[in-house]
């Protein structure tokens, strides 16, 4: 399993860029999951559904099932902050690469995805310069970067040379955690 991860500010563009980056790899054989991560309180269950009515009687977990696909509903007792490790080892460990948007902080490797801020925007530092789990950078303004850098600048519409980019250099995103310790 390759991990790579996607860090930038909201709006960005994280969430494109891997939504453009799955063809890409499943075109070359590739099995593809994804983590996000969600700042937000979120739902993926409604209302009147079943399985909505399960967790609201009081079930832990709720898995529903089809020919077609699979979730898991998992409520925690109090808030509860799992790392992307954690979330990473709830996945099949037979897909060929995981792409991980959010966990900015982590330290999984990562492509930067960096845009200049609008006309009357904050400034947004960029993390590369900082952050030795950066190793490549996603802009649409590589002239604009805020710092010069050794590290690969893709553009960021550019996902099939990011694509082509991580093909070729998979075993250095080999996934590699002592989960027993």
């Known amino acids: 399993m390759n991990v790579i991860g996607f860090a930038g500010f909201s709006g960005a563009g994280k969430t494109t860029l891997v939504e453009r ?9 590739q099995r593809v999951s994804v ?7 979120f739902d993926i269950d409604h209302p009147g559904k079943d399985t909505y009515r399960h967790r609201e009687a009081g079930a832990f977990e709720v898995v529903v099932a089809s020919d ?3 979730a898991l509903i998992r409520e925690f007792e109090r808030p509860t ?5 954690d979330l990473v080892a709830e996945l099949d460990a037979g897909v060929d690469w995981v792409l991980v948007e ?3 902080h982590s330290d999984l490797q990562k492509i930067e995805i960096w845009r200049e801020p609008e006309e009357g925007e ?3 530092p960029a993390r590369y310069a900082d952050d030795a789990f950066i190793v490549a950078i996603a802009t649409d303004t590589p002239e604009r970067l805020p710092r010069a850098t050794m590290l690969p600048v893709f553009d960021l519409n550019d996902a099939d040379g ?20």
């Open 21 to 29: 980056l799955i063809p890409v790899l499943r075109l070359h054989g």
């Open 68 to 70: 077609k696909r699979l």
């Open 35 to 41: 983590v996000k991560h969600a700042h937000h309180k």
């Open 162 to 181: 990011i694509g082509t980019w991580l093909l070729h250099n998979a075993s250095r995103f080999e996934y590699k955690v002592d989960r027993h310790g």
């Open 81 to 85: 902050q799992l790392g992307v490790h």
């Open 122 to 124: 904050a400034p947004r």
């Open 102 to 104: 959010g966990f900015k």
